[in-house]
């Protein structure tokens, strides 16, 4: 994790906070995964997967939070199938927006604040610039248009908050577009890959580290005891949305030629990968619109958590030195 020169000494590095209970849906998803590893640094961390927690359904929110009481929320589970939400609305709808706002309600029941992530899709890909928080959003399919009304909600919901607009997410696990590169580049002699939508690939395991890095920054000054309510060990001047991405940016083709170059350096030279062609966003139709350009301006971030998330292709780098190293 790099970070911006930062004028005031950091007092809350030092260990967990007392008593700081934290509830992670979404335990088994990409970012929810890495997020039970690190998260322990600061509390008491419960992470349920969707058998434990669906956010389907009101009921079994309600009763997961009323139970654990927590004083943090982070809501890594999410519908993600950006193509089949087309065709599914309203479960979009309702696990990207519903829950969010029913997990928002409970929050405020139980005094918590919550941290939520959300997608460069919100964005229309036409500005020719990387897009900043006060940029309109205008998301060009369900999945974004359900993100952007799970924003709303939480933003609405009168609760200390964090809106985390991250892109391009991928690691080592899960299911993403680099493992997906890698094995059908093992597999075929040709892969066509768009090389017209431009973003940042973000590593889930940088995700959940400058989480980590935000919340020790995000906690008020003076940490109250145990039995403090969240409003008061949360920084609500803070509360917002902040785009959260790696440092950097390319398109789907130059993500997948760097995967494939460096993954070819860790096999034996007669091993051959496929040859990547570069093609047009027309020439490979998907029932879901993206954006041409999701570039998103992580300013905000650097400014007021001084956390800035390391370059795409050095994280790159090492989830595939991670994965030979596994292989
Ligand atoms: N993936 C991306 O490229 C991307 C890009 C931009 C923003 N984001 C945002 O980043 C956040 C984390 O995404 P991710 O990449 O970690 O997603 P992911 O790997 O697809 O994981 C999503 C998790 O949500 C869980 N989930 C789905 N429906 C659920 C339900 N009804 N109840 C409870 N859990 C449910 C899934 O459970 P199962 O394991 O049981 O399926 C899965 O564990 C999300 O808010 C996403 O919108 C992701």
Known sequence: MSTVPDPLPDRRQDGPQD????????????????????LPAVGQVTALSRAEL?????????????????????NAAAYTAVDRAESEPELAGRINAGAVATLAAEAKSV????????????????????????????????????????ER?????????????????????????????????????????????????????DIAQATLAVLRRWLAENVPGENAPAPDRFDRQKSGVYHFTASGATTWFGFAAEAV????????????????????TAEYPTPAARPENSQ????????????RLPAWN??????????????
């Not at 669906?54 to 982070?74: F, K, M």
């Not at 998103?296 to 956390?307: E, P, V």
């Not at 050095?314 to 292989?327: F, K, N, P, T, Y």
Request: hydrophobic share 45%.
């Open 296 to 307: 998103l301006d992580c300013g905000k971030l650097a400014r007021t958590f001084h956390c």
């Open 261 to 280: 170059r460096l993954r070819a350096l860790t096999l034996p030279a007669e091993q051959n990968l496929a040859r990547l062609a570069p093609i047009t």
């Open 111 to 150: 005094g918590a604040a919550m941290i939520h992530y959300s997608t460069d899709y919100v964005f229309d890909g036409g500005k020719p610039a990387p897009y900043i928080e006060t940029d309109a959003p205008n998301p060009l399919g369900v999945y974004g248009r359900s993100k952007l009304a799970g």
């Open 19 to 38: 008593g700081l209970r934290i509830l992670v849906t979404g335990r088994d998803g990409q970012v929810g995964w890495e997020l039970a590893r690190v």
């Open 153 to 205: 909600a939480l933003a609405d919901a009168g609760i200390p908050y964090l809106v985390l607009r991250t892109s391009w997410v991928y690691g080592a696990r899960g299911k993403n577009f680099l493992l997906t590169i890698l094995k059908l580049a093992a597999e075929k002699p040709e892969l066509r890959i768009v090389a017209d939508q431009t973003g940042a690939p973000t590593w889930s395991r």
């Open 54 to 74: 669906d956010l389907a359904s009101d009921g079994s929110i309600r009763a997961a939070v009323q139970r654990l009481r927590p004083h943090l929320i982070v």
């Open 314 to 327: 050095a994280s790159l780098g090492d989830v595939l030195a991670a994965i030979a190293h596994a292989s």
